[in-house]
């Protein structure tokens, strides 16, 4: 009997992601990327390998191993990738003026509810079933710089009272959030508009704690600044 030929990667291979200098790997790196990210499309991230990756990329599956140990470190690298989107969307200014916090709040949350709703890969990875230790480890840092940039983004739209731990309070308002979407997408696959209420009610109710029910707005002049 002849036995199936299997391709293993190398032993001594680090069981970490390579991280490219040159621009034409890291070119490569990111239509890894890409692949994955249509492959989460129509799949769930156990249903991909290295393989399913290597066919999607028209890479050679060597050349996936080359960067990436395994699938696992592939979502990873994608989802650090998507975070860095949510970030870079925060930091720009969003559509105003608010006439209140729970305004503003909306505004935000709801441009990541749609973000989620219309990209599976980021559903997947960061709301469901690819959901990672080490992904969620590296969400709640985000989480992080997430809630330093929404309280600038608050100072700009309000007269904010000075009240230590700010950012604690902001991460965990994400956590909080995030908490009920995942439900959502466990259940349904998507942010329905009956969780996001669930959510945005929870959202308020926290906000509350640490902050007054009404923010007096700045002047257009010093939001435009």
């Known amino acids: 009997m002849i036995e199936a030929l299997t391709i293993t990667p190398p032993a001594e291979r680090k069981q970490e992601i390579r991280r490219p200098r040159q621009e034409r790997s890291r070119q490569r790196v990111e239509a890894i990327l890409d692949a994955a990210e249509r492959l989460l499309e129509r799949l769930e991230p156990a249903d991909i390998s290295i393989y399913t990756l290597a066919e999607e990329a ?96 608050f100072r700009r739209h309000f007269h904010m009272p000075d009240q230590p731990e700010l950012v604690e309070r902001f991460t965990e308002l994400l956590v909080i959030n995030d908490a009920m979407w995942t439900l959502s997408v466990h259940r349904h696959d998507c942010i329905t508009d009956a969780y996001d209420e669930q959510a945005r009610r929870a959202r308020e109710a926290y906000t509350r704690t640490f902050l007054p029910e009404y923010l007096l707005p700045r002047d257009r002049a010093s939001q435009a600044a």
């Open 58 to 153: 028209g890479i050679s599956a060597p050349s996936i191993y080359h960067f990436f140990p395994d699938a696992s470190q592939v979502f990873l690298a994608l989802s650090e990738r998507i975070q860095g989107l949510f970030v870079d969307r925060l930091a720009r200014q969003p559509l105003g003026p608010f006439t209140s916090w729970q305004e503003l709040l909306g505004a935000r949350f709801g441009e990541a509810r749609d973000y989620y709703n219309t990209h599976p890969a980021a559903r997947r990875l960061l709301l469901g079933s690819g959901l990672s230790a080490t992904i969620r480890a590296r969400d709640l840092d985000v989480d992080r710089q997430l809630a330093m940039h929404s309280i600038e983004d």
